[in-house]
């Protein structure tokens, strides 16, 4: 079974700064999917950004961008002048076939004002 | 607007109980996915549905069980084996690969 590692529990920035969450995971694959979800303390968990291991290019949704390695099989977070609605937890998701997602244990940012 | 409804928000189980959790999606979506969630743990996969009277276990599929008579509603009902069955339980469904998931607000089930 695919396993996803997030090696941070816990991580904090300072408002308008910028962080970056990691994550890596193990697969024999050549083709998946890579997902950001974020879990705000509403407990609605909403997906962030998506990567397609095919694709080369790093995938980019406003503030939020990610830094695919495929080789090194990472897939890190970076979340740029933040706010502090990103306050939340968020989850690395590997997609293997049929849909079927596994989940990191996730990581809690604070932003701090 | 379209979306995943899960019901209850809170449900309180009592020992050798069986619960059914409520997941209706208006979405169109083919698959859905049941997920628990245990505190500082991420999200692991119950059941998991691509297709109407269609369904597979997911890694921690005993204790629990499932339908799929229509392709709104995916229900899942917490059977007393379940031994340890306190957690968030999360539903989400999907149009496919790459588009990753739409979750509902989720249920929380206690034992008590």
């Known amino acids: 079974a695919q396993t996803v590692t997030q090696s941070q529990p816990e991580m904090s920035v300072q408002e308008a700064e910028t962080v970056t969450l990691s994550c890596t995971y193990d697969t024999s694959e050549s083709d998946y999917y890579l997902f950001w979800y974020k879990q705000p303390p509403s407990r609605q968990m909403i997906l962030v950004i998506r990567?397609?291991?095919?694709?080369?290019q790093n995938a980019t949704e406003n503030r939020f961008s990610v830094n695919f390695q495929k080789a090194a099989k990472s897939f890190s977070l970076k979340i740029s002048d933040s706010q502090l609605g990103d306050a939340a937890m968020y989850f690395c998701a590997y997609e293997e076939g049929a849909g079927k997602s596994t989940f990191g244990d996730g990581t809690t940012l604070t932003v701090k004002p | 607007d379209g979306g995943i409804t899960q019901s209850p928000k809170y449900l309180f189980r009592k020992e050798g109980q069986n619960v059914t959790l409520s997941c209706e999606q208006n979405l169109n979506h083919d698959a859905m996915y049941w997920y628990r969630q245990d505190p500082g743990q991420g999200l692991r996969l119950i059941y998991y549905?691509?297709?109407?009277?269609?369904?597979q276990k997911g890694d921690i599929a005993e204790g629990y069980s499932v339908s799929r008579e229509k392709k709104e509603s995916f229900p899942l009902t917490v059977t007393s084996a379940q031994k340890n069955p306190t957690a968030f339980y999360l539903c989400?469904?999907?149009?496919?690969?790459?588009?990753?998931?739409?979750f509902g607000s989720g249920t929380r089930l206690t034992v008590v």
């Open positions: 990567q397609e291991a095919y694709k080369q």
């Open positions: 989400a469904s999907t149009f496919g690969r790459y588009y990753g998931y739409t």
């Open positions: 549905s691509q297709i109407v009277n269609d369904f």
